[in-house]
Structure formats: C-alpha cells, structure tokens
C-alpha cells in the first residue's frame, strides 16, 4: 500500500473568464456541451465518420480541396514540428522569416530535425522585410520558404502574395503558420498556393486548445512520399498518421495512436459553427470588432505598435503608457472584472499588452466591456485617458 495520504482536494470549479488575450479565446456552449458527449472507441464508426466531417470542414476554412487536411493530435506546436519534420530531410535547406517570437520557434525546431534553417531577420512589429527574403533566397539552396500569416507576439498581418512570388523563382514550397489567422482572416490555401499550413484550435476557430489542424498541397504530399529518410518523429510521422486519417476506401484504417475523440467533438462542432456564419461574414465581424477596439484605445490616447495596412483582427498589441505598472492594470482586469489580456512576449514584454478579439471572443459587447474597465484600470494607475474609449467605439459601431 501506499505510504502518501490520500490528498483531500476540491473539485477545480473555474470563473467563467471573458478571455481577450492571444489564447485560449472564449468557446461557445455549444462546443462545451459536445465534449460531455459519451466516448465511443476512435475506430467506432460514428467516430469515422466524425473525422470525415472534421476533414471536410476543415478543407472549407483553410480554402482549400488538399485530401490530406487533419488535425494533428497536439497544439498548435505539434503541427508546426509535424510540418518541419515531414518536409525537411537532414541537411536540406530552409530560408525562415523572423518577425517575431513565432519565426524564431520555427527555427529551433528546423535546427532540432537536422535540416539548415537560414534565417531572415526582420523587425518586430512589421511584416517581413521582402527585400532581405529575396536576397536569402536567391543566396540558399532552400526548397522551402517559412513565414507566420498571423504573428501573434506582434500583432502583425503578413501578405502572403509575394512570399508566394519569392518562392515562385525557383518553384519553391510555401509553408505558413495560419495558427492566429484561420477561422478570422482568409488564409486562401489554394489561392495563394500555400504547400503546407498549421494552426491551432484555440484561437479564432474558438475551440479548446489540443488539436492543430494541417493542410499539405499534392505536390507537398509527393514530397513527402519521396523522402530518402524518415522523419525525426514517429508520433508526427504523416505516412503513418495518415493511415489513420485517410479516408481512401481501398485501404482500411490503421491504428497509429489514439485520437483524443473528445477534442475531436469539439473541433467538429466549433468548425460546424465557422461553416454557419460563414467564411465572409466571419472575417467582417472580426475586422469590424478590431476598428472599434482600436478606435476605443487610441481615443484614449494609447498607441498602436503595428502600422495601420498590417495590423491582425484577431489579435491587437498596443503600447502601455509610460509609468503604467504592466503587471498591475492585467491584474485589476483579471481580480475586478473577470478580463484576461495578454502582456507582451520577447522584446514587447512590459512595453505592449496583446487583447485578443478571436472567434467567439469577438463581439461588440466585449470591446465596449474591455474598454470600460482599461479606462478604470488606467486611470487607477494615474493615466487619466484623453478622451472616452467607449464612446469612441459606440460612434464607430453606429456608423459602421
Ligand atoms: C503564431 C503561433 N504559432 C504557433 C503557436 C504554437 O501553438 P501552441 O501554443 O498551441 O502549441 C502559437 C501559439 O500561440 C502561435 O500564436
């Protein structure tokens, strides 16, 4: 028998949080109440036929008709890693753009499968610097180009066009990080023909985070199929996960590892709610939702540290006024009125709180509460705001 006591613990009963931070982002009821649902086994057929439909929503919000299109069992990272691992062999070449603390992780984990990352080092707070991708390009012998679509330490929106054009000059593959951008701003995998792109489930898609959903292009998958070496990963390996995912008839599924099936649920239904808004509206509602917050803040005179043209919907950094205690305004948020936002990350950390407006998480109703409670919050810390954020952004709802 055991020589511990038996712990006496209460059961973990969490505030409900109105969570505007770079993620988790709020998760409608309807995708809580599907993760009650009983467990079937993850070879049961209702469960199949749940990948399927998780497949095939998913081709609809990543814009694309690439057969393999899954989640990743594991966060956003996981599918970041799974790409890398499977594209890469030991040695090749990879030309990584580095705007933020997202590039920067790409490139540990490129170094860490034995392939030769070659960095582009660009400043934060703006899209890559197209010039110095060009010149590294042209310099490598890299087959892949990487860049964030979505820098959530920064904020930053990246143009994907002539990173596709860059790539273009020697018929180079395209791998995109969509993990802040899909589910709010179009990612266009087809149109802008992206080769490989990951995300995550908990940010605009409004899901718990778990599952990071792939898309790899047919000639990503011959890529793939041609390897001379096995990826680094067994877990990440896509030939053998795909014999999982793959809903080709001919060949059954095959047991790889077990599917967290409730997280499945989840993703099946936060993805049914992205089809019934609708790509379109989606993005309008979230671009609209950010020109409101970022009127509110700038009314209030506060700055923000992207460039107007760039800025991301789902994600908004703005700059902490000087003498404004960092860690003492999130917390007012947090105690007083149940708000999470972020602080900054890498070389915006204490200088830029990050507000997230993803998915669910973006509504009218919490701008106007965010806005409400940062003047409170500010002005308890002595920075009396130049004019008011809500009305600021109530003018620009009526006339918008
Ligand atoms: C742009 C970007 N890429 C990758 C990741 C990694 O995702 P995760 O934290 O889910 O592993 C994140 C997480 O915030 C992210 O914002």
Redesign the pocket.
């Known amino acids: 028998m055991t020589n511990v006591d038996a712990p006496v613990i209460a059961a973990c009963m969490p505030p409900r949080r109105v969570l505007l931070g770079?993620?988790p982002s709020p998760v409608d009821d309807r995708v809580l109440r599907s993760m009650s649902a009983p467990l079937v086994g993850h070879l049961d057929p209702l469960f199949i036929r749940t990948m399927d439909e998780v497949q095939t929503l998913l081709r609809y919000a990543f814009e694309t008709n690439n057969r393999l299109t899954m989640p990743i069992s594991g966060?956003?990272?996981?599918g970041?890693e799974a790409t890398v691992a499977n594209l890469l062999e030991p040695d090749e070449e990879i030309v990584i753009c580095i705007n933020g603390y997202?590039g920067e992780?790409m490139f540990e984990m490129a170094s860490r499968v034995g392939a030769k990352p070659i960095r582009v080092e660009c400043e934060w707070g703006k899209p890559v610097d197209l010039e110095k991708t060009r010149a590294a390009w042209r310099n490598s012998r890299a087959s892949v180009l990487f860049a964030?679509h979505?820098?959530?330490?920064t904020g930053v929106l990246q143009p994907l066009e002539p990173l596709r054009e860059i790539a273009d000059e020697r018929d180079g593959f395209l791998l995109i990080?969509a993990?802040?951008s899909l589910g709010a701003h179009s990612v266009g995998i087809d149109r802008n023909r992206i080769d490989a792109c990951y995300s995550?489930t908990?940010?605009a898609l409004s899901c718990p985070?778990g599952l990071?959903p792939v898309t790899f292009s047919p000639r990503a998958v011959d890529r793939i199929h041609a390897r001379k070496t096995k990826p680094v990963s067994w877990y990440l390996d896509l030939g053998l996960i795909t014999s999982y995912w793959s809903n080709d008839s001919s060949t059954p599924r095959a047991y790889h590892h077990t599917a967290p099936i409730t997280m499945n649920y989840a993703l099946h239904e936060a993805l049914r709610i992205v089809a019934e808004e609708g790509l379109e509206a989606r993005a309008r509602r979230h671009e609209r939702n950010h020109h409101a917050l970022v009127a509110g803040l700038e009314a209030m005179g506060l700055s923000m540290i992207v460039p107007e043209g760039y800025r991301l919907w789902t994600l908004n950094t703005v700059r902490i006024p000087d003498g404004v205690d960092d860690m003492k305004v999130r917390a007012r948020l947090l105690n007083e009125f149940d708000i999470e936002i972020g602080g900054g990350l890498g070389i915006f950390k204490g200088k830029a709180w990050r507000i997230g407006l993803m998915g669910t998480g973006s509504t009218a109703n919490n701008v106007l509460l965010l806005l409400a409670a940062l003047e409170k919050a500010l002005k308890a810390e002595g920075y009396q705001p130049k004019d008011s954020g809500v009305s600021a952004a109530a003018a620009y709802y009526s006339a918008n």
């Open positions: 770079p993620g966060t956003g990272s996981a970041m997202f992780r964030v979505a820098e959530t330490s990080d993990v802040t995550g908990q940010k985070p990071s």
